[in-house]
Structures are given as structure tokens and as C-alpha cells.
């Protein structure tokens, strides 16, 4: 007789690399220790006064069901939001709201693979995208970037050699979590090319679209030729630093794949309603939000670039996008470092949290001296927390290799 | 080369049954046709005004991501709301507020049951389970029940020829979606004795839980034996009329499913923020609530009843629990006849929607003269959308067999 355990699935899926630390750090908190949070993505931009007063103002008495696909309001206002991008051409049914990116990934992902079927990402990788390809069975085949390219894509036939008759699609994250990367069109080509030769589909993650600092967003929406192969997921999380609304959406021109996701939709019925309203009322936030927080963005990346490549043996290379970098340490592990940091090392009281970078590749032994920093904070705390890590780095060499 | 085409995953997954008249139903309206939904478990009832203002008083300016497992706040007064139904032993890290009933579903399928595997349902079941499945590559086996015993459950060995060195779990839900059955402590007892025999997982939807006319609820918290076993899944979307606010739960004593779901969820990183601080501020709602809904869908279901019953040739037994019963019309095809009162039947230019019953089976060839009816709206609707009925099988089979 079997035993009562658990699926193989559940053993499959891996924790959140990026939360495993958290319990050290709440250790810390405890304690009365201030941490300086550069391990997770959580703007403090505040979020446009727009979304609060849309909720506000709903005075409907039942909270009830929306559509599978989305309300009305807000599939119509993040249409108008893709229009004014330049994809003219996206329709209404082409466009179906998410609850968050989440489950924007998750629905693509299984659209396009079943169980067994494999999906080529590049590493290092958003690491959730583990936990979704493991919920669904999908196997990722990682495609290794290099820090000393500023994990650039590398030549197509790195790519090619990692296609198999399982393989069902090519994953990209542009501006890129974690590397901060911006694709560039010729990236985008490469990847086009691979597509339409060996009728992948291409699953791309821009929910950092609005987050370049140098150079262009090259959307997968502006390459025609892929309108049956691409699958665009976003969130409004970022955009709007309303990572809690957990909106996002899905827009694809292949009809099948809408069909499909609607299909995922309808079993989980619909996306937040209240915040789907409080998300519909976006749209009015003005072009300045976003010149704003990018500006801000901008000023911290050149702040905490700077502040990092001045610590001895630290190397990073400037991303041009999204608000992560990889940064490598002069530590033999990173995740004993990340993890000391918590237990062990404080300045006045303070200590900073970083995301080791093994949980960002798929592939065994990479990212052992890498972590991804999230520049999320003001740059007056960034100032901090860089001072500690510096200051971090020392004792912990120092302690480790002996005086 | 292979097609671009979607995953089989994607071709497995049913389109919803309740929701695929929708087109239908939409074109009446647009004719200026009021369509009274049968068809929806949306109840009328108004959401309690706390979560409303609880929402309104809400006043951080970024909107967070909240812990995966969900707000302290959320979770604590989930825990306080079971402990007061009796089940004092549940702690704290027993609980993970999901998104939604779905999620919780979805979730607790995926931590027990690999793709290939198999999970025992009783027909007619909550249809969403088949979109559940489908996307989790789980094969859902079903055991009929029927309307002649009132949808109670199979003798043990009806249940026990269905199991395979495949099963994984047992999934029960009561008071039930669609048959408004509610289980008894012996038939509770057999699913126990089932379990604890072949090792296997009960997972149990108990979203209902609050509707419970006649006997008495028998979650299966409060089975001691089966605490390894159990995994109970809920939502606060009926108890509270709160469908769209996406907020519900698992439950479990068995540490590696509680480790398991969270995984998951840690994918997703958190439910929405805004109906989580609404949620919790529903401990608040008085048992008065809960009282004076009970009352109302009692009166329903007793209106709706005697209406039915009324009808030459329905046939239906009374449930005693949830909102909805499934009714036996004297028709050769329910989904023809569904479709046909809304393309061509009106009553003063109204017509009524129900849901078909195949879509509630596993078992090709079964549910053929059943529908789904939730007695959702106030009596005075449901008299005018009986009435429809009734007339609309008159005209229906005049039309059909001639005269």
C-alpha cells in the first residue's frame, strides 16, 4: 500500500529563494534590528491616488463575480494603455486579465506545455518561474547568460542546441528580472528567427516594459511576424507600484491560446473585483507618473552602481532597465554571506538583506558568488544598507579566512 | 517539425458548462430580454458593510504585496472564525489564505496528486474541479450518485472499486454545489474508513459550510483520526456574499501539505492586499448575518421547491443544504432546451437561464434531463423565472412532438 505523501510534484517545487532567508531576517526584527530590504522587489513609490479613490467611490452592495476575462472597464483601459504603446492592431478579444503576472505566467505556461514538455529560459531567471513549471509539470531548460556580457543573450546556436522535440516554447523576461538586461531588437530577431524555424511559441514576461532607462523596449507585440507565436504577459504591480492589486493580463493574437487561457479563467471564476476597479481608474494617471518614478528609478541605479563598484572586489555591470542588478561578491558563498548578514553582523543596529544568486539559475553551481540586488529603497537608506554590506564584507572575509 | 499548436493540457480543459450559454444569454439581452439567472450562484445578499469600510479606512499610500500565506489580520480572525465553529485545535500555521475557493482547490489537488494521477470525485461535482484537473495534468475518476437517493453517496464498495494504485485523494464536497446535499456523519464516517484503509488524502469544500437547513454540518475537521488525511478548503465568497473579493483558504494538520501549499503560494506571492483587509474585518459581522441569510435561502429553496415540484413531470428532492438543487426536466436534451429559452422562447420579453447537467458529469450519457438550479435571487424573481420554465416546457415539447 502506498504511503500519504505528498506529490512528487510538491517535492518538485522548489521555496522562493528570494522569501527563504525571511525567517532570519524576522529572527532580526525580533530582535529590534532595522533590515534593510534590497532582496525583494517592493517599490515604495506610492501607488497613483487614482486606484484608492476608484475603490472608494464603487458603492455597489455585493461584491459580486466579474467576467472570466475581466471587467469591461479595465480591459478596455489597459487596451487604450497598449494602443498608446504602438500595437495598434491588439483586439479586445486578444486581451484577457490576469489575477496578477502570476497568474499570467502560470496560465501561458500551460497553454503552451503539458506535463513533460520542456520550455527554454534564460538564466539567470525570475525563480518563481520554477515554482509554476513545477506546479505544472513543465520542465525549464535553462540557457546560461554570463555576468562579464552583462547577461546578454549568447549566439543563437547556444539556443538551438538546447531544443528538443518536447520543447514548446522560448521564455524572455525584457527589461529583465533579475539581471536588469534591456533585449534589443537584434536579441528579439534571434530569438524570432528560432521561433518561426522551429514553431516554438515565445512567452514573453514584460511587466517591467516601463522601466528603461537607456535604449528601447523591444516588445514582442512590435514583431508581426511572431503574431501566432507570442504570448505577452504583464502586471500592472510595477507600472502602478500596486503590487498587492495582483492585476495583470495576457495578450496574445493566436486565437487558440486566448481560447485556452479564457478555458484556465473560467475554473478560478475571476480576477479581485475591487481591484480590478481601483486598476480600471489607471489609465488617468498621467504620462508624468511614469517620467517620474523612472527618473527616481534612474538617479537610484546610478546611486547604488556607483556605491557597489567602489567596494573592493564587488564587480557589476550597469543594467539599463527594470530596478535589479546582479552583483558579484568576493564571497565563496553568498548564500552563507546573505544568510550571516541576518544572524550575525549588525551596524548600529542595522543590518541589509540581499537574494542569493543559485536561486536564479536553474543549472547547478552557478550564481554561488552572485545576488540580486532590488534598488527599491530611497537612495539615503540604499547609503545604508551598501555601507553595511561594505563594511559586512570585510568582517566576513576577514573572520572567515583568519588575521 | 512539430505545430505551433496549444498544449494537450490546454485541449483537455472543458470550457465551464455554467458559463458556455453565456453568448446566448448575452445576444437575449442585447434584444432587450431580461434573462433571470438560475444559471450563477451569485447571490443577492448585500456584502457586509465592514468589508466595505474596512477597505475605505485603508490608508497606506504604496499597495503592497502581503505574505504569501497571507495578512496576519486576514489569518488570524480565519483562525478565531473556526475555533468558535468548534475546531479549537487548528494553529496558526494550519491556515494559508489562498485566492479564493478556486486557488484553495487548485492548490490542494496539486499538493497531492502528480500529473497522471487520480483523485476520486462524486458525480454530479462543482464542474470547476475538471478545469482544475486539466491544468494540474490530474485525472478526476468519477463515482455516480443519483437523483433518486437525493445525490447521497454510493455504498463503500461502489467507492472502493474506483480506487487505483494511481488515487492519491478523495474529494467531497458538502454541503454540495450542485445537489444542495449535505453529508452525514456515516457517510462521512465511510469516506474516513476509505481513507485511513488506502492511505489516501480527503480533500474537502466546505465553502458552503454556513448553508445547512436541515442536520448539521460534519466538516471533516472534525474528524480526529483523519488529521494527516484532511485538507479543507474554503473561501468566504458565499458565507459573506463576497464572491468577487477572491479570498479563501486551506486548512490542514499535515505539515507537508501546509509546507507544499506555500510553496505554491510563494509562486504566486500573495493573495490581493485590499480584499484581504476587508476580509478580516468580517469577524466583526455579527451570527445575525449569518441567521438572516440562512432564513432567506431557506424561504427560497422551500418557494422554489413547491414551485418546481408543481410543474407536470419535473422531478426534484428537497436538499437541505447550500443553494442550488439539481432538478429533473421532461426533456430529451436539458442543453438543447437550455440553449432554446434563450434564442427563442420569451414570456413578456423575459426568459430564464439554467445551468445544463452533463457538465456536472464525468460519466458521458449522464445529467441529460438535469439542470442546475441556485435560488439565488428573491422569491418574487423566482416566481416569474419558474413560471417561464413552466411554460417554456409546455411550448418546448408541444413544439417538439408536434400537435
Not at 174 to 199: F, Q, S
Not at 201 to 220: K, M, Q, T
Request: aromatic share 10%.
Amino acid at each position: 500500500m502506498k504511503e500519504l505523501q505528498i506529490s512528487q510534484r510538491g517535492n518538485n517545487t522548489p521555496a522562493s529563494p528570494i522569501r527563504k532567508l525571511a525567517v532570519f531576517a524576522d529572527q532580526a526584527k525580533k530582535e529590534g534590528v532595522k533590515v534593510f530590504h534590497l532582496n525583494i522587489g517592493q517599490p515604495d513609490i506610492f501607488t497613483p491616488e487614482e486606484f484608492f479613490n476608484a475603490v472608494k467611490d464603487h458603492s455597489e452592495k455585493v461584491l459580486a463575480y466579474g467576467p472570466s476575462n475581466g471587467l469591461p472597464e479595465l480591459r478596455n483601459n489597459l487596451l487604450n494603455y497598449y494602443h498608446k504603446c504602438g500595437y495598434s492592431n491588439i483586439k479586445e478579444e486578444e486581451l484577457m486579465v490576469t489575477t496578477a503576472g502570476s497568474e499570467a505566467v502560470l496560465f501561458s505556461m500551460m497553454a503552451v506545455a503539458s506535463p513533460g514538455e520542456e520550455i527554454i529560459v534564460f538564466e539567470p531567471f525570475y525563480p518563481n518561474y520554477n515554482g509554476f513549471a513545477a506546479m505544472a509539470g513543465i520542465k525549464l531548460v535553462p540557457v546560461s547568460t554570463d555576468p562579464e556580457t552583462g547577461y546578454r543573450l549568447p549566439d543563437r546556436e547556444k539556443i538551438e542546441a538546447k531544443i528538443t522535440d518536447k520543447t514548446r516554447a522560448i521564455l524572455v523576461c525584457t527589461p529583465n528580472n533579475p539581471t536588469g538586461t534591456v533585449l534589443n531588437r537584434d536579441e528579439m530577431d534571434v530569438i524570432k528567427e528560432i521561433a518561426l524555424k522551429h514553431n516554438l511559441f515565445v512567452l514573453s514576461d514584460e511587466v517591467y516594459r516601463e522601466f528603461v532607462f537607456e535604449g528601447e523596449h523591444a516588445s514582442i507585440l512590435s514583431f508581426p511576424e511572431l503574431e501566432q507565436n507570442a504570448v505577452m504577459m504583464d502586471s500592472i504591480s510595477k507600472r502602478y507600484s500596486a503590487c498587492g492589486a495582483r492585476i495583470g493580463c495576457i495578450i496574445s493574437k493566436n486565437k487558440s491560446v486566448m481560447e485556452t487561457v479564457l478555458k484556465f479563467g473560467q475554473a478560478r471564476l475571476c480576477p479581485p473585483t475591487l481591484e480590478q476597479i481601483g486598476a480600471a481608474s489607471l489609465i488617468a494617471t498621467g504620462d508624468k507618473y511614469f517620467k517620474d518614478m523612472l527618473d527616481e528609478y534612474k538617479k537610484r541605479r546610478d546611486f547604488i552602481y556607483e556605491a557597489l563598484t567602489s567596494i573592493p572586489g564587488v564587480e557589476v555591470k550597469k543594467p539599463s532597465g527594470a530596478f535589479y542588478m546582479m552583483v558579484r561578491f568576493p564571497v565563496d558563498s553568498i548564500e552563507e554571506f546573505a544568510k550571516w548578514l541576518l544572524t550575525d553582523f549588525r551596524v548600529n543596529n542595522m543590518t541589509t538583506m540581499i537574494a542569493p544568486g543559485p536561486g536564479f539559475y536553474a543549472s547547478s553551481g552557478r550564481g554561488m558568488q552572485e545576488a540580486r540586488i532590488a534598488y527599491v529603497l530611497n537612495t539615503e537608506d540604499m547609503r545604508t544598507a551598501v555601507d553595511i554590506l561594505e563594511k559586512g564584507l570585510e568582517v566576513y572575509n576577514r573572520r572567515k579566512f583568519g588575521e
